[in-house]
């Protein structure tokens, strides 16, 4: 997968799920989901990584009925098991996570403050406009997943700093080195000794 289906592009809910439904036929158990994400909460900084413990869809109001069936009976969208595999790698590189639980908005306009202030007092930590149907979708269809977001923008300092998509793109690449080592070393483990030092 090289990027991903937007609801804010058009999409339905489906078809920005299609890829889940693919990969569970051909056979894939587990899911990485990536994203960059403005932070709610105060301590996060651009460029930091979060990995995500839980989210907050209701406010996107996009799923399908099936969906929705298996949001409310589903707990545990993020494994466990691999959130620790995520801190140990973490701890071993040397790389600073951060937790917490992200909220979906649709988009495509970044949230207004009083969307913030909403968000933060439901308990996010960071806002994104993607990944959450597609987890939804992967628990429906019994795969495990690992989310990890990284900060791109601090979606609390607004409306004094303004955000633009150039400075969400730059604020993602502040956190590069750390985030494709994390990924590597969760992945293949053995194939990338000392990949962050290089």
Do not use: W
């Not at 979060?50 to 109001?61: E, K, N, P």
């Not at 306009?109 to 308990?123: D, F, I, K, S, V």
């Amino acid at each position: 997968m090289a990027g991903r289906f937007h609801l804010y592009e058009g999409y339905t809910y489906d078809e920005v799920t299609f890829p889940i439904k693919v990969m569970r036929r051909l056979g894939v158990e587990t899911l990485i989901v990536t994203n960059s994400a403005g932070g709610i909460r105060r301590d996060l900084r651009v460029g930091s990584l979060m990995l995500v413990r839980d989210h907050i869809a209701v406010l996107a109001g996009l799923l399908t009925p099936s969906a929705r069936q298996q949001a409310r009976r589903h707990y545990d969208f993020y494994s466990p098991a691999l959130l620790d595999r995520a801190r140990a790698v973490g701890t071993d590189q040397g790389i600073p996570l951060q937790e917490g639980t992200l909220a979906l908005m649709k988009g495509p306009c970044y949230e207004t403050p009083a969307e913030l202030e909403m968000l933060r007092r439901m308990g996010a930590d960071a806002v994104t406009m993607s990944t959450i149907p597609e987890v939804v979708e992967a628990a429906r269809v019994s795969m495990s997943v690992l989310g990890v977001s990284v900060i791109a923008n601090l979606a609390f300092a607004l409306p004094r700093q303004k955000v633009d998509h150039s400075a969400v793109i730059a604020g993602a690449r502040k956190a590069h080195k750390d985030y494709a080592c994390l990924l590597k070393r969760f992945i293949a483990p053995d194939d990338f000794p000392g990949e962050r030092n290089q």
